[in-house]
């Protein structure tokens, strides 16, 4: 449905976005996943039409984004990072004019307009001003501009900031239930958004794409690097040169201040635990936790991403 | 075309609900019953030489100047300016609506608003009605004139909003260029070569309000205003595409 070829976008001798491409079909969540910085908002701004890309092509249901005809954004329905909002409307003044600026008419807009209202809950502030909502009211007022023109592609930037559990939860629910109708994408920085919303993740550092697939795939490729937290009752020097001989495992990190309690960092595959017992029970150490981590989406992306800094560091030091 | 109705729809209703209209409106009402009443007390009195009142109302007087450089100035300024600033242009500018449909929206409000300034004065014309025959050609030509030349200062205006995200810069951007569409005209007595002079001399707005309120129409005026306004609305329509390229 949406399909990014080959997008790089420079500001100044700046590269935000290097070389992107990726296709979201009808039908399907994709989550966008990234640090700070790491251009994603770059990416969505001109998967949007927003911001043409220095080069590469992004196509919307075949069709140019940047072919020069603006008929094509009808399929699209936008909620950008920074919601903003026209603050002197009222919130079905509002709804009114985007959904008018998308082309529906008086009669379409009044059919519609209590059915958005109450799938975003806003029934109750439809006749306040925008500019006296707060920041949750004023997300769902974007959200709801976003989906009134029923589009066949939503794009969603960070739609959950800045709301309280409930409401998060709700909205939650409201994204599940709209990417059943809809082909969607939506960036964010909570990972269990991710895990819990899309079927496919696009992992972004520094302006490249650096790992693709399902959240499990992406969890079952990672998981053999998994970690193992111990814990024992003994003198900290001493059990940590005896851990960092255990077959399996790669590095020995310190673990809160006081006592004996690592973290270990496990090579693909291996599962120490067994012999980390039995070098306990031989050096007389009371073993008071042992605890396998299971690889979650976060490790994935924290590896990902900060190893590939530590690269690129390592690339400028030489 | 439904986008750009939709924008002039939002961008008029914008001018009502900001406090920025009203102080506007006062200041006009302001001005002109001030000076109606003075033309009204000069007209009175026996040692001054008679004239037409509604002639002296439009023209010959820095007073329709005034109002039309800073109406000019005040409409135009938040058009684009405020959008860029907020964020909302995002939002525009990824619906399904060209950089002309937006351009032609948001002037078109201003233009309206601008017409509805105007509007009380003709309670004016009214008065004198009551009080006396009057002229109705170049009453229309001066309307005519106040409309051509409060659309070609919008246009100015409104492309100066779409160049910085900074509503206090386009109001300066806005006035100095007014100042200079305004004043070059009168530089006419002040230059000596003979082309020079014709030139100015077609640019002198002074010279077509007085013109307008003695009932000329000349078409070559009007014509000036509107393709020096399509210049500035085409330009308008550029920046706004540019502002994506940064």
Redesign the interface.
Known sequence: MIEAMNLTRR?GGFTAVADVSFAVPEGEIVGILGPNGAGKTTTI?MI?????PSSGRVTLGGHDLFGGD?????H?G?L?E?V??????RVE?YLD??A????M?RGAVRRRLPEILDRCLLADVRRQIVGTLSKGYRQRV?LA?AIFHDPRVLVLDEPTVGLDPKQIIAIRELIRELGRKHTLLLSTHILPEVELLCQRVLIFDRGRIVAEGSPEALRERWRGRGSVTVELAAAAPEAAAALAGVAGVEQVAAEGDSGARFRLDCAAGADPRAEIFQLAVAKGWTLLELAAARASLEDVFVRLTTRDGEADAAEEAA | M??A???F??EL??YF??PLAYVILTFFLLVHGYYFSLIVAYLSDPRFPGGKPLELFFGQTIFTWLVLIFAGTFLTMRLISEELR???I?????????ETQVVLGKYFAALGFYLFLWAPTLVYVGIIRYFTPVDWGPIAASYLGLFGIGALFLAVGLFASSTSKNQIVSAIVTFFCLLVLFSCGLMENLVNGETAKRVLGHLNLWQHMDDFAKGIVDTRRLVYYATVSGLFLFLSTRALAAK???
């Open positions: 500001f701004r949007t039409g927003f911001l043409p603006v008929a094509v954004r009808r699209l936008y950008p920074n903003s909002l026209y603050p002197e409307m003044e004019y985007r008018r600026l998308e082309g008419d974007g501009a | 439904s986008g109705l939709a924008v729809r939002r209703k914008a609900y900001s907020q964020g909302t995002e939002t525009l500018m990824t619906a399904p609506v060209s994506k390229w940064r």
